[in-house]
């Protein structure tokens, strides 16, 4: 398995990816060209976060988004993992595992990154263990939010 930054060419598996996610974890169907417009404008922008992908014999297999949070009290960055997935015929695999070693070596070079953080589902207890096998842990805060777009 290869894991590397996402390009402007890998847009329509990011977009696969990302309805699929929002499909499986929340039985929700994007609006496609919304979920387009919204990678794109990642994609083309790093200030808004970045992709990294993860393939095997040049097939992606999984991907996760990376967005920046200031820490005033670390005095750093938190990157934010967001947008996980990996395909159903690639799960158990190492696949996670491969991305989110990517990412904390990436985070670790940056220099200015205090830590990684992400959100998961309550019910998700698989995910849940996997993102304890890679030495996360469960914080201390729980996730509010008013959502404009989707409707919360």
Not at 8 to 19: I, M, P, R, S
Not at 104 to 130: F, K, M, P, W
Request: proline fraction near 1%; glycine fraction near 8%; charge should be negative.
């Amino acid at each position: 398995m290869k894991v590397r930054p996402a390009t402007a060419a890998d847009l329509e598996v990011l977009v696969e990816f990302n309805a699929s996610l929002a499909r499986e974890t929340e039985g929700r169907e994007l609006d496609l060209d919304r979920l387009r417009a919204g990678v794109r404008a990642q994609l083309s922008d790093p200030a808004r976060g970045h992709y990294f992908l993860v393939e095997r014999d040049g097939e992606a297999l999984g991907g996760l988004a990376c967005t920046r949070e200031w820490s005033d009290w670390r005095n750093g960055w938190f990157w934010w993992i967001q947008s996980v997935y990996v395909r159903s015929t690639a799960r158990r695999q190492g696949v996670y595992r491969a991305l989110h070693d990517s990412v904390r070596a990436a985070a670790i070079a940056a220099g200015d990154v205090c830590g990684l953080r992400l959100y998961v589902e309550r019910e998700n207890h698989s995910a849940q263990r996997t993102y304890a096998a890679v030495g996360m842990q469960e914080a201390v805060y729980a996730l509010w939010e008013e959502d404009f777009v989707l409707g919360g």
